[in-house]
């Protein structure tokens, strides 16, 4: 242990849910506790197969954190509050979002995307990081459904239904 | 960044169909999301001093081991109150997981998953057992080292790590597509020490690993709620 660089990531491996997969930390917001949304979907690789090996977490502004690891058809649902806008760095003000990050076996490092809410229309027209992405590919990071119904949030791995994803 | 795997590495198999291969955007420094600045904050109440002895019950097999260090941020400074989860394969090399169906035996005594908050120094300590090496298909006679998987959250989104911490002097590295996906110059990053200092006499074996994580956070809170 000679130097203090940073400890390199390693894949979560098959077998996360030892540790990882508390059915608790599905929801940071429990039934019954105040306004909450639901959010979910399918974690997918380059084939459009399911990943059932996978983990999704999710952070916002207002400290409100879940993870949840998917199913054996790829699937992940979690339920939270929709976060307030938190400002980037240099003060501009954001849409509503969630921080993602992604791990799974086969990812030697956990991928980071984000989730942004369809019925907000006028924030994500609005958002400074939205503005960045190429047009064509901001669907990605933007779930469908509203706080009635819930949110769907597919992320894809590889290929053409690749999720966008942030440097980490 | 310094001393990360690729995603994309084919030596590891699975990595063919689930690595991006879009480059990941890159934000401007100023549109770097606040948010990401900090982390889940975990009361004293969230682990109990159990859950750090994975082999709580005694009857468990193996070789007793210490597992202790200091979670760090990039300057060194220690990160205080901080989670951190791991997982292990029991001493013959056998996950307590409905998917790992090797032959090597379960110990009923043993599910191999622990949890602790760092110290006041940003220290952890763990007891356990040293978990067996283990088969997999990835190549032919392919066998995972030795190791313990590790979760830390550090003090921001930014920090957030999983890792797999290994033992000194395994013979079978040369062979590990997941440790060697780590450019060489950083991979004894990835190796505990064994430390004489923390062996405890007559009762268990000690190594040392302490992580470093990068990445930016909100300015700590000194005193009162100590960060």
Same mark, same amino acid.
């Given at each position: 242990?000679?130097?203090?660089?940073?400890?390199?990531?390693?894949?979560?491996?098959?077998?996360?849910?030892?540790?990882?997969?508390?059915?608790?930390?599905?929801?940071?917001?429990?039934?019954?506790?105040?306004?909450?949304?639901?959010?979910?979907?399918?974690?997918?690789?380059?084939?459009?197969?399911?990943?059932?090996?996978?983990?999704?977490?999710?952070?916002?502004?207002?400290?409100?954190?879940?993870?949840?690891?998917?199913?054996?058809?790829?699937?992940?649902?979690?339920?939270?509050?929709?976060?307030?806008?938190?400002?980037?760095?240099?003060?501009?003000?954001?849409?509503?979002?969630?921080?993602?990050?992604?791990?799974?076996?086969?990812?030697?490092?956990?991928?980071?995307?984000?989730?942004?809410?369809?019925?907000?229309?006028?924030?994500?027209?609005?958002?400074?990081?939205?503005?960045?992405?190429?047009?064509?590919?901001?669907?990605?990071?933007?779930?469908?459904?509203?706080?009635?119904?819930?949110?769907?949030?597919?992320?894809?791995?590889?290929?053409?239904?690749?999720?966008?994803?942030?440097?980490? | 960044?310094?001393?990360?795997?690729?995603?994309?590495?084919?030596?590891?198999?699975?990595?063919?169909?689930?690595?991006?291969?879009?480059?990941?955007?890159?934000?401007?420094?100023?549109?770097?999301?606040?948010?990401?600045?900090?982390?889940?904050?975990?009361?004293?109440?969230?682990?109990?001093?159990?859950?750090?002895?994975?082999?709580?019950?005694?009857?468990?097999?193996?070789?007793?081991?210490?597992?202790?260090?200091?979670?760090?941020?990039?300057?060194?400074?220690?990160?205080?109150?901080?989670?951190?989860?791991?997982?292990?394969?029991?001493?013959?090399?056998?996950?307590?997981?409905?998917?790992?169906?090797?032959?090597? $035996?379960? /110990?009923?005594?043993?599910? %191999? &998953?622990?949890? !602790?908050?760092?110290? *006041?120094? @940003?220290?952890?300590?763990?007891?356990?057992?040293?978990?067996?090496?283990?088969?997999?298909?990835?190549?032919?006679?392919?066998?995972?080292?030795?190791?313990?998987?590790?979760?830390?959250?550090?003090?921001?989104?930014?920090?957030?790590?999983?890792?797999?911490?290994?033992?000194?002097?395994?013979?079978?590295?040369?062979?590990?597509?997941?440790?060697?996906?780590?450019?060489?110059?950083?991979?004894?990053?990835?190796?505990?020490?064994?430390?004489?200092?923390?062996?405890?006499?007559?009762?268990?074996?000690?190594? $040392?690993? /302490?992580?470093?994580?990068? %990445? &930016?956070?909100? !300015?700590?809170?000194? *005193?009162? @709620?100590?960060?």
């Amino acid at each position: 242990m000679g130097d203090r660089g940073p400890t390199p990531p390693q894949t979560v491996g098959p077998f996360l849910h030892l540790a990882l997969a508390d059915p608790a930390w599905r929801e940071a917001i429990p039934e019954g506790e105040g306004p909450r949304i639901r959010i979910g979907g399918v974690l997918s690789d380059g084939d459009g197969a399911p990943v059932p090996d996978g983990l999704v977490e999710t952070w916002q502004v207002d400290g409100c954190f879940t993870r949840c690891a998917t199913d054996d058809d790829g699937r992940w649902e979690v339920h939270t509050r929709k976060p307030p806008p938190a400002p980037t760095v240099d003060g501009r003000t954001q849409a509503p979002h969630l921080l993602v990050s992604v791990f799974a076996r086969g990812l030697l490092h956990r991928v980071v995307t984000r989730i942004y809410f369809g019925d907000e229309e006028a924030a994500n027209a609005a958002d400074p990081v939205l503005a960045v992405i190429e047009p064509s590919r901001r669907h990605h990071l933007v779930a469908r459904g509203d706080e009635r119904r819930g949110y769907r949030y597919d992320i894809g791995l590889q290929g053409e239904d690749e999720s966008v994803f942030f440097e980490c | 960044m310094d001393g990360y795997p690729p995603l994309d590495w084919p030596a590891y198999r699975s990595t063919a169909r689930r690595h991006p291969v879009r480059p990941p955007v890159r934000l401007d420094p100023g549109l770097a999301d606040t948010a990401a600045l900090t982390a889940p904050v975990f009361d004293e109440g969230a682990v109990t001093a159990a859950d750090a002895d994975l082999t709580a019950g005694s009857a468990v097999v193996g070789q007793r081991i210490i597992v202790t260090g200091r979670l760090l941020d990039g300057d060194g400074r220690p990160i205080r109150s901080s989670l951190i989860e791991i997982w292990q394969a029991n001493a013959s090399g056998r996950y307590a997981h409905r998917n790992d169906t090797w032959p090597g $035996t379960l /110990d009923p005594n043993f599910t %191999g &998953a622990g949890r !602790t908050l760092t110290d *006041g120094d @940003g220290r952890y300590r763990f007891t356990t057992i040293r978990p067996g090496a283990y088969p997999w298909g990835n190549h032919p006679n392919a066998w995972r080292p030795a190791h313990i998987h590790m979760s830390v959250f550090g003090r921001a989104f930014s920090q957030r790590l999983v890792t797999q911490m290994y033992f000194p002097d395994d013979p079978l590295f040369f062979q590990d597509p997941i440790l060697g996906a780590v450019p060489e110059a950083a991979r004894h990053r990835l190796v505990a020490g064994y430390d004489h200092r923390v062996t405890e006499p007559a009762w268990a074996l000690g190594y $040392t690993f /302490d992580i470093v994580v990068c %990445g &930016a956070a909100a !300015t700590p809170v000194e *005193g009162g @709620g100590g960060g």
